[in-house]
């Protein structure tokens, strides 16, 4: 017996909004202050760097969306 699921409804949804809002807060950020020939610099560097981070976060920020939205079997 379910009461009251909402679907999309749990923690995984609150923190991919999380991971989404930060992430995006740095890209936004650092294209502002360096501009966007420095930000598509710093995304293809070899180096470990805020963008790279912002992409990672954007990408697990996505499979928490699809873990908090998949059918659960009770």
């Not at 009251?4 to 989404?20: D, P, S, V």
């Not at 501009?35 to 990408?59: R, V």
């Amino acid at each position: 017996m379910k009461y009251g699921y909402k679907r999309g409804q749990n923690w995984f949804t609150a923190m991919e909004i999380l991971f989404l809002v930060m992430a995006s807060i740095i890209l936004v950020r650092n294209l502002f202050i360096y501009g966007p020939e420095f930000l598509a610099y710093y995304f293809i560097s070899p180096e470990i760097t805020n963008e790279k981070i912002s992409a990672s976060m954007i990408g697990f920020g996505t499979f928490l969306i699809f873990l908090g939205f998949r059918k659960r079997y009770e």
